[in-house]
């Protein structure tokens, strides 16, 4: 009996043999045909990924002047108001800006004519466009309050505004073009 026993531990291991090379074969055929269907896709097909990351440009401005503190002073004498516009923003841009008084007549002494022009719309229009960094030239020199208010003191209040002077990648022709776009709602 004891032969008899051993021949048939003897044949369960060969079948063992044989199940696990089964195993292993099917497992290396498994392997194969993924390698070569994985391998085939990425040999047909191409990927590539672009990031492109876009800034808006934007005007940012602000009024620079040059005033001394107020102190009194005489009807129909000139008081110092220097006043330019400076781009701090990221695009070139036009500028305008508009004069308002509280009350009385006053004038405005040293005009600006050759930089600014009058646009008899309440504005004054700087011509020239305003690179990043840089400011206008004043608008005026000084004040000189007409008469006698009847406040005791009289308001100059300066307000100004700015346009991009591109649309898209043109650049406007003038300050003119520039503002007839902006006053239409951005269609010209």
Same mark, same amino acid.
């Given at each position: 009996m004891p032969a008899c026993r051993k021949g048939r531990m003897h044949m369960r291991k060969k079948k063992k043999r044989r199940t696990a090379g089964i195993t292993v074969g099917c497992g290396i055929c498994v392997l194969t045909l993924f390698c070569a269907v994985s391998g085939t896709s990425?040999?047909?097909?191409?990927?590539?990924?672009?990031? /492109?990351?876009?800034?808006?440009?934007?005007?940012?401005?602000?009024?620079?002047?040059?005033? =001394?503190?107020?102190?009194?002073?005489?009807?129909?004498?000139?008081?110092?108001?220097?006043?330019?516009?400076? /781009?701090y923003g990221a695009v070139p841009c036009y500028i305008r800006i508009s004069v308002a008084v509280s009350e009385g007549s006053v004038t405005l002494k040293g005009l600006n004519t050759t930089g600014w022009t009058d646009g008899k719309?309440? @504005?004054?229009? @700087?011509? /020239?466009?305003?690179? =990043?960094?840089?400011?206008?030239?004043?608008?005026?020199?000084?004040?000189?309050?007409?008469? /006698?208010?009847?406040?005791?003191?009289?308001?100059?209040?300066?307000?100004?505004?700015?346009?991009?002077?591109?649309?898209?990648?043109?650049? +406007?022709?003038?300050?003119?073009?520039?503002?007839?776009? +902006?006053?239409g709602g951005g269609s010209a």
């Open positions: 990425a040999y047909l097909t191409d990927h590539e990924e672009r990031i /492109n990351q876009i800034t808006a440009g934007y005007n940012e401005t602000g009024i620079e002047e040059e005033f =001394p503190t107020p102190t009194p002073a005489a009807p129909g004498e000139t008081i110092v108001k220097k006043v330019r516009v400076k /781009n719309d309440g @504005y004054y229009y @700087y011509r /020239n466009v305003v690179e =990043p960094g840089s400011s206008t030239e004043d608008l005026f020199a000084g004040v000189r309050i007409e008469g /006698n208010p009847e406040a005791d003191s009289v308001t100059v209040t300066v307000y100004e505004e700015s346009v991009q002077a591109f649309d898209g990648t043109v650049l +406007y022709e003038d300050y003119q073009k520039a503002w007839e776009y +902006y006053r």
